[in-house]
């Protein structure tokens, strides 16, 4: 079936380490990974997406990687800052029917002062 | 521009109501899409449509209908509430599923 599979749920780290974030998916088909961060009590925001014609892309502090062979994405954190803490998801987009954007589970990242 | 609109932001219904969140947009997205988000699940997709007059069903579509008359507005109908239905609703919007997605403020709903 289609599914996302997102570890860990849960992250913590020092100010100004480095935090990284995993999903797979189910379907090889897929062609489009976004991810999303999430602070308490409002909505989900887009931070940065990839496309299966892309290995990485980069954005300031924050970069994702995608293995299309492997089937798994990766967003990367860099100098974390305690605003950074929130919950994150990745997605992805599956083709079958209408083709429909499915997420992973999230995980709650805490930066620590 | 207000984006993607929900109303309302809370509702509690008692056990066996019906009610319908709605979800209106002003960006003549094609794509619209239902999440509803408890604890430790993430974002399950309920329905989504693709345009007017096509929708389709997600992970979780049971106790849920939808229906697209027109690009702007995107309904989801409660049928029977039930306490498993307690979560937080948002809708969502963007030109493809395959862009970025425009969420709203999201629909706390608590069924006693």
């Known amino acids: 079936g289609e599914n996302v599979e997102q570890h860990p749920s849960t992250l913590s780290v020092q100010e100004g380490d480095s935090a990284v974030i995993k999903c797979t998916y189910s379907?090889?088909?897929?062609?489009?990974f976004p991810w999303y961060k999430q602070e308490l009590g409002k909505r989900p925001q887009l931070i940065i997406d990839i496309r299966s014609n892309v290995g990485e892309k980069k954005d300031q502090r924050i970069a994702v990687t995608l293995n299309k062979t492997a089937k798994h994405f990766s967003l990367h954190i860099t100098e974390t800052q305690p605003e950074d803490s929130a919950v994150y998801f990745c997605?992805?987009?599956?083709?079958?029917?209408?083709?429909?954007?499915?997420f992973g589970q999230g995980t709650t990242l805490q930066v620590k002062p | 521009n207000a984006g993607v609109t929900q109303t309302p932001k809370f509702q509690v219904l008692k056990t066996g109501q019906s009610m319908t969140l709605q979800c209106a947009q002003d960006?003549?997205?094609?794509?619209m899409s239902w999440y509803r988000q408890d604890p430790g699940m993430g974002l399950r997709l309920i329905h989504y449509?693709?345009?007017?007059?096509?929708?389709d069903q997600g992970e979780v579509p049971n106790g849920y209908n939808v229906s697209r008359s027109t690009t702007e507005d995107f309904p989801l109908r409660l049928l029977s509430a039930a306490p498993s239905q307690t979560s937080v609703y948002f809708c969502a919007s963007s030109y493809t599923g395959r862009q970025p997605q425009h969420f709203g403020d999201g629909t706390r709903l608590s069924i006693l």
């Open positions: 379907d090889s088909a897929s062609n489009y």
């Open positions: 997605a992805a987009f599956f083709s079958s029917n209408t083709g429909k954007l499915i």
């Open positions: 449509s693709v345009g007017a007059g096509i929708t």
């Open positions: 960006m003549n997205h094609e794509y």
